[in-house]
């Protein structure tokens, strides 16, 4: 049920992030200097906000809403994954079925005035997510006890499929990366039938 009401909770801010005026300038300077190009941080999608989400899936008891964001223009240098938290979510819809209340960040849509507009990012677990390749197409979770879960999400980018552990509080994919938001390492990326590099290579659509 969450999961439906967030729907209607978090698409208030527009998919694709305004550029910001440093950065057109950046642009522009690019044009005149033959051979400049942007820095991995200036390319790295936002661990704030939603961008071309194409698939979900909620976390077993509901607490978390995972979110593959597909980065389907290509706007930056890979896809990610969000992570939502649901109680954030179910305070604020609690709060606006019941007493009409209208939070910080959020407002009533004009045309639906049943429904309440909210910026994303004070629901996401910021720290949380994980980048993965561009075109993910949706995320399977399996459950491994004791709070611990894995995604797998296929991306046509590769194409590959991509496995994403969750500790109850972090996503990782990437054994050797020291920062959170890390993007998933070659270790985590099935490329080949079988894993095995004799055999052909995943189809353009890995999620078949």
């Given amino acids: 049920m969450a999961s439906l009401l967030l729907s209607r909770v978090?698409?208030?801010?527009?998919?694709?992030?305004?550029?910001?005026?440093?950065?057109?300038?950046?642009?522009?300077?690019?044009?005149?200097?033959?051979g400049c190009t942007a820095s991995a941080?200036?390319?790295?999608?936002p661990p704030d906000q939603l961008f071309y989400p194409t698939g979900m899936a909620v976390a077993p008891g509901d607490a978390y809403l995972f979110v593959a964001n597909a980065n389907s223009i290509l706007q930056y240098s890979s896809g990610s994954i969000s992570v939502v938290d649901l109680s954030l979510v179910d305070?604020?819809?609690?709060?606006?079925?019941?007493?009409q209340t209208i939070p910080a960040n959020c407002s009533q849509d004009t045309d639906h005035l049943e429904t309440l507009q909210c910026d994303e990012t004070q629901f996401l677990n910021v720290g949380a997510g994980a980048r993965i390749g561009n075109f993910a197409t949706d995320i399977a979770v399996q459950d491994r006890g004791n709070g611990q879960l894995r995604l797998i999400v296929p991306t046509r980018g590769d194409p590959s499929i991509s496995w994403v552990d969750w500790d109850g509080s972090e996503l990782s994919c990437n054994d050797m990366a020291t920062?959170?938001?890390?993007?998933?390492?070659?270790?985590?990326?099935?490329?080949?039938?079988?894993?095995?590099?004799?055999?052909?290579?995943?189809?353009?659509?890995?999620f078949n």
């Fill in 41 to 45: 941080s200036e390319v790295e999608p």
């Fill in 179 to 206: 920062t959170s938001f890390a993007l998933c390492d070659d270790a985590h990326r099935l490329v080949y039938v079988q894993n095995d590099p004799n055999l052909s290579l995943l189809p353009q659509e890995p």
């Fill in 10 to 34: 978090l698409p208030a801010r527009s998919l694709v992030a305004p550029r910001p005026a440093c950065a057109t300038g950046f642009l522009l300077l690019c044009g005149i200097a033959a």
């Fill in 91 to 99: 305070a604020v819809v609690q709060g606006w079925s019941t007493a």
